[in-house]
């Protein structure tokens, strides 16, 4: 017999959200930036996207909690990139997406990422890691990848 009760799931929309992400990818609140790393690591792994937006998903004693929260740019963030044979980006959920270079584009001098019909912003040291690949000519901005020149559109 299985007496395991399945959990409720709340869900809380954007606007009731205490919190939200502002355009460098930190937690805040009424009372500004989020000051404990753990906490911040443990909302960025927390993100999950669905057809309607990007939540918090956490499990809690007696409920599921699936929290959508307002982000001032954008909710995914590219936070690691692995040069291998064939690039990785690693975002702030942890989630591994491979290096499109035509998915890339600038806009107000951010590099940005599409995925899934998602913006995904490149941090600094996200940028810095592939900043070798990257040149600059004219006012164009173009990104070699294996061997491969791309053009980076800037909007």
Not at 1 to 17: C, G, Q, S, T, Y
Not at 89 to 102: A, M
Not at 103 to 117: R, S, V
């Amino acid at each position: 017999m299985n007496n395991k009760k399945e959990k409720d799931l709340v869900v809380i929309p954007k606007e009731e959200a205490i919190f939200w992400l502002d355009k460098k990818g930190n937690w805040r609140n009424e009372n500004g930036p989020f000051q404990n790393p753990k906490i911040n690591a443990h909302f960025h792994s927390s993100i999950q996207r669905d057809e309607e937006d990007c939540y918090l998903f956490q499990e809690h004693g007696e409920y599921l909690e699936k929290v959508y929260f307002p982000y001032e740019d954008t909710a995914l963030f590219v936070s690691e990139v692995l040069l291998e044979a064939e690039p990785v980006l690693i975002l702030n959920n942890h989630e591994r997406i491979p290096l499109v270079p035509e998915n890339l584009f600038a806009k107000d001098d951010q590099l940005y990422t599409l995925d899934k019909g998602h913006r995904i912003k490149f941090t600094e040291n996200a940028l810095l890691r592939i900043s070798n690949l990257m040149q600059f000519q004219d006012d164009h901005i173009f990104i070699n990848i294996n061997g491969e020149k791309y053009r980076i559109y800037s909007y």
